[in-house]
């Protein structure tokens, strides 16, 4: 996931300036999320679940906090009902394969 972000931030270096630092938040994020799990696999069960839970609580809270940006979540592709209603299908069929 990092890679593929990077990719997309080097492509919005070209098309879509105007979204490369919200590109560049989310690939150092993903970066050290990469990092913080990795180390956590080395630790006791009782310390990786800890672990694992302040990472949790640390992207909730730093996805509200991008949020109370001015432009915040809400820049790119505004949902359309139609949009909405694709996504809802696709979950569906997704839900439905699975066993």
Known sequence: MTWLWYEVRRQDA??????????GRYVVAMAVSVFVILVSAFLPAELR???WAIFTVAWVVLL???GRFRVGLGRGLTPTDSLVERFATITIIVLGEAP
């Open 49 to 51: 679940l800890g672990a």
């Open 64 to 66: 509200l906090l991008f």
């Open 14 to 23: 070209r098309v879509h300036p105007e979204f490369l630092a919200d590109t």
